[in-house]
């Protein structure tokens, strides 16, 4: 048995959620978790997905999650893999789960040819920043992230552009 | 004639490659830009894009560009847009060309219902943060970026994983 990395499908979008909430709760954020199996599915597993998922199971119980999808690095001209979450269930810590899932995340990124494989991590989990570290990982500190919320966004969406100071020819 | 913001073309990969670079110099990293206008075309102009740009003319001069992608929040379960670029160059600046180029990406995400708008700024960037914080942006400290590069990423994949220690049933 031991530890398997498989692609999610359709029918694991239960358990995904389990994941999402659980990584949300271990990163002291419950309550922010708003996603549906619904949304998870059309997003996931369309003919068109805008994130891919895998998932390790140990001794055939489902033990952690990766996800991710494809982002843009203008200065390389090429696409990247971002990894939005990596997280293995608490009682199934120690069995390098993560590493394995991690390996198999790198193993698709050669396979397509990405050059960088990006993550964020709370500044306070010091044993994943470790883990990360030992992996050869960089960090990038002297970038902050910046974010616009729904609110703002329609407030700038509807605010005064410089098209009221256009001038006709 | 004044300013006007769309969305770029094939024909422009020559324009968006020089601001590319332009923006990479402001960056202090000009020797970073390996991008080439072929990958660009590829990526961004075939029948799934990758990217997308917006790129802003004044008085019929491209003055600016804006170039973004989707992303994906696992606890929203939506996807949001990712702003990989946005440039002017020095001497279109203080004409609200920026604003202008950012309104768009807005009305974009309200209109494709994305309710993040993210992207990131380097430290010392002084006015640059004063602007996106005058338009009610947060600022994620707590997170930082981890990234894996391909040395680090061949490494990875082709080293141990847990596979080695699967045990037969």
Redo the contacts between chains.
Sequence with gaps: ????IRSATAADVTQILAF?RA??AYER?PE?????ED??LR?GFGP?P??FCLIADHDGQPAGFA?Y???????????GI?L??LFVLPEFRG???G??L???V??I??EKG???????????NTPA?DF?RA???????????????????????D?P???Q???Q?
Excluded at 69 to 79: I, R, V
Excluded at 139 to 155: S, Y
């Design positions: 048995m031991g530890t398997e999402i990584l949300a954020a922010a978790v708003v996603a549906t949304g998870l997003d068109n805008i994130y996800l999808f494809y982002n843009y690095s203008t200065w390389l001209g090429q696409p971002y939005e979450d069995l390098g789960i590493k394995a991690l390996k198999r790198a193993e990124a050669v990405c050059q960088r494989l990006q993550w964020e991590v709370l500044d306070w920043i990360y992996m050869g990982a960089e960090f990038l500190d002297e970038w902050r992230n910046v974010r616009l919320n729904g609110d703002a966004i329609r407030r700038i969406a605010g552009g410089n098209r100071m256009e001038t020819p």
